[in-house]
């Protein structure tokens, strides 16, 4: 379960298997959001910056990308061997990263969902990622009990 306010504070998103934005105003249902064939197995999902755009990863470790609003509007990023266990949008919303228990992690482009990169290098699983607040580094953690750097300057886009 997650739990996550819009940046303007008016809708609230929480996940029970599928995605559903409430209004925090009156508490009601606005729209649900849900991969076709995939009823009720979402089990992660984060906001972009500016809430146009939903990372959805369900219980088989696909990873799906909404555009928020759109109902039934998504593209399913697919490129790892393992389930995908985690992923993080950059500050401008612009790259999603996600990592695997492939070992990699990979970076899409979000507005066409486009894989730009794959990462690799760990021995491990990895089991979060993130995007410095600047914008200018991600980072990997993994069950090699490594943290690695990956500057987004060098990313072949």
Not at 37 to 46: D, N, Q, V
Not at 66 to 86: C, I, N, P
Not at 96 to 113: M, P, Q
Not at 135 to 142: E, P, Y
Request: with cysteine; glycine share 8%; hydrophobic share 40%.
């Amino acid at each position: 379960m997650h739990l996550e306010f819009t940046p303007d504070g008016k809708q609230i998103m929480a996940i029970f298997g599928d995605v559903g934005f409430w209004s925090v105003e009156t508490g009601r249902l606005l729209f649900r959001l849900e991969p076709e064939g995939a009823k009720r197995s979402l089990s992660f999902a984060r906001l972009s910056p500016d809430a146009s755009h939903i990372l959805c990863l369900n219980s088989s470790g696909e990873a799906f990308l909404f555009v928020a609003k759109a109902e039934g509007s998504y593209l399913k990023l697919d490129h790892h061997t393992r389930k995908v266990t985690h992923g993080s949008f950059s500050p401008d919303g612009s790259f999603v990263l996600l990592g695997s228990e492939d070992r990699t992690a990979s970076v899409w482009k979000v507005s066409d969902g486009s894989l730009i990169q794959v990462l690799t290098g760990h021995k491990g699983e990895i089991n979060q990622t993130a995007f410095s607040p600047d914008g200018n580094w991600m980072a990997t953690v993994s069950d090699d009990y490594t943290t690695r750097l990956w500057p987004v300057k060098a990313l072949k886009r």
